[in-house]
Each structure stands twice: as structure tokens, then as C-alpha cells.
Nanobody
Framework: QVQLVESGGGSVQSGGSLRLSCGAY????????MGWFRQAPGKEREGVASIDTYGATTYADSVKGRFTISQDSRETTLYLQMNSLRPEDTAMYYC?????????????????WGQGTQVTVSS
């Protein structure tokens, strides 16, 4: 059974950094497309960053140049390094996965989801 567990959320001031982690269990995640999504109160969920089975990455325009998605195959962990955080980045962040065939998760709704980790950025 596929299980995704996020960690690393918290509160930070504007301009600060956080690194989110997503532990993947129950499958060999390096063969899946992975991504990060976020949802702020009263807003629709949006795709933030994605990495496909070839290692190609895609980002939402709002985070390009500030966020970096990466993975560590030895630890079966997905990361999201978030720099230069802004108050508008405040949201619940979710890790997601889709088995192949797959492409950038920013283009559709993936099959598997974690429970989320809260990120709060204060001005």
C-alpha cells in the first residue's frame, strides 16, 4: 500500500527558508512521478513543483527561482527546498505521487496523497 508522509512544515518570517520532506513507503518511488501541491484557506489547490521518472522538474510560475524539488533515492525521500518565502506561500503543503505512465503532476490530479504539512509565513 502506497503511503506518503510529509514533514518539515512550520512558521517562518518573510524571506526565510524551509525544507519539506516526504517519505514514501510501500513502493519503489523512484519509478513514480512525484510532486508538491498546496492549498491555502479559501483557495483552490495548486500544483507547486513536480519531478517525473526521468528527473525532469516543473514549477508553478509563482515559485520559480525560489523553490527546488529533489529526491534522494537512497532514502526514498522527496524534498521541497523553499527559499525567499512570502506570506502568500502560507498553505497546507501536500506530497503526491502517480505511477507510470506519468508526466508533470502539475497537469493533472495524482493518485496518491499525503496528509499534508502546514507552512506559515509571517510578514
Amino acid at each position: 500500500q502506497v503511503q506518503l508522509v510529509e514533514s518539515g512544515g512550520g512558521s517562518v518570517q518573510s524571506g526565510g527558508s524551509l525544507r519539506l520532506s516526504c517519505g514514501a513507503y510501500g513502493y519503489s518511488y523512484i519509478w513514480y512521478c512525484m510532486g508538491w501541491f498546496r492549498q491555502a484557506p479559501g483557495k483552490e489547490r495548486e500544483g507547486v513543483a513536480s519531478i517525473d521518472t526521468y528527473g525532469a522538474t516543473t514549477y508553478a510560475d509563482s515559485v520559480k527561482g525560489r523553490f527546488t524539488i529533489s529526491q534522494d533515492s537512497r532514502e526514498t525521500t522527496l524534498y521541497l527546498q523553499m527559499n525567499s518565502l512570502r506570506p502568500e506561500d502560507t498553505a497546507m503543503y501536500y506530497c503526491a505521487a502517480e505511477p507510470p505512465p506519468c508526466s508533470s503532476l502539475l497537469n493533472y490530479t495524482p493518485r496518491y496523497w499525503g496528509q499534508g504539512t502546514q507552512v506559515t509565513v509571517s510578514s
